[in-house]
């Protein structure tokens, strides 16, 4: 299916997980910052995989993930990124597949960059620290943007881990203005703290320009106004962004638009496993709601049952149906 | 490390296994038997992989399994099996590297077949029905068998799946004079009761001549003596082997050895996810044990322990570090 109207298509850096459990003397040997994300070249990939122990593969990548959670609360929608044509590859196209969403960018050539992927490595305190060998991820281009698929998606979502290379950077514009050339809207997620240090002054001319659904954690939405108070913080995004979700680990989340604001709680009632995954699947659980024409505390309370879904087990992909979680919720 | 005493050596089928959630209805469609293991093809792997859900990779094999408890739970082990020097056999040997057993069998180059996956669906009852692609598996010969590796094992482990092809039967074959003539042991799988039923003669003279520790369920037992009694059957084995670990699922297991029998409680206090694997977690528990000197009821409480942490989750490698367990216990 290549046709009708889409909730949500994501672009992102296609990835594998290979999670791996991890006591925090690993993350010091290996000069890991805990809870961050860090890009590494393919030798570091090979040497620092050789050092971790057993893993499981899935399917990842944020935005990935994102889909992935919409496509289990029922939401229609597509994914845009690259892999190759290698084992690796062939098990991301088949997840996303496997679950109804549309994804139809070319593969790469068998003899280009490997699939990309992530190696993740959770401590006993079910924080997550990733590594990301990004391999054919790279390649994404605007040409790689289907401008019909764009057109018939309610949002478009980038994540910011693809604000590096130029060539995402361009296809993120295109769809951007084929979204809302097409009266779609476009929503981006900050991704890390990192990222948003990197990129601040684009990241801030999109949220100005170009987004109209920004998600952020405390860390990054502090980091891109450059000031240490969430409330103030709080204050510049509601000026830039038509609705804006910010979320607070533990302490639940806030949604700003103009002059609306929702507290939604945190959804803290079950066991955290592994807390991979959390902040794209609020993404999900928000953007269901908000395209189903849910209101923005209710499309908030999605996404934290979502996200508390998610970090109750190991991998970042949904293990329930979300869709009954929400029936029953 | 390739030299020093080990306690188990195993021989297997390498396989990755795909695991996937499945509602019972897509069994019927796809003509599947609970429960049970069946060879396919390169194209029916194509063709179920692309109906099935979402999927999460992992390590497998059903020795590879086996040895992966052992390591956890304290022993010393090698593996042998062939896998494709592709992306998901480099996953499968890192991950058995990763745990610190030996994997030196040579990899099948990049134009062969490629590395064997089991696809693996998990009904809401936790029951596994599995589907298995042998792809490079089916390559074992004679050759691949290190004789100073068996020989410095204290028991070497087959698995019955593998009592296929000759190439692999001449290996077993090869193997197990390399133990005796070392004064070590030889233990098998019976491992399905489809393949008893095939290979009914071959299991019946393995049995009576080369195995002198046997693991088998219940059905599998009955199959090899064609009776329909658990005791006529348990009386047939204790003439045959040294050792038989015969497991009843919920009802425990009764490990028999000459006039020695011991009965053992299955752990059923904890929820089950996903029985893939119980069989080879209970074999890794007994042989840790067993090879430790320990005595034969304990060996098999160790084996009901690590059996218990296997079905407790999806997948069938413990996500569990199974010494402490037992250490606990």
Sequence with gaps: MTDGLLDVVGIGNALVDVLSHAEEDFLVKE??????????????????????????????GSAGNTMAGLASLGSKGGYVGKVRDDQLGRVFAHDLKAMGLEFTTKMEAEDGEPTGRCLILVTPDAERTMNTYLGAATMLTPDDIDEDQIARAKVTYMEGYLWDREGAKEAFRKAARVAHDAGQKVSLSLSDSFCVDRWRDEFLDLAEHQVDILFANEDEIKSLYQVDDFDQALQHVRGHCEVAALTRSEKGAVIVSGDEVHIVDADTAGRVVDTTGAGDLFASGFLHGFTQGMDLHRSGQIGALAAAEIISHFGARPETVLSKLVMES
């Design 31 to 60: 000069d890991l910052v805990k809870g961050s994300m860090t890009l590494i070249e393919a030798d570091r990939a090979e040497s620092l995989y050789g050092a971790m122990g057993p893993g499981v593969e899935m399917s990842g």
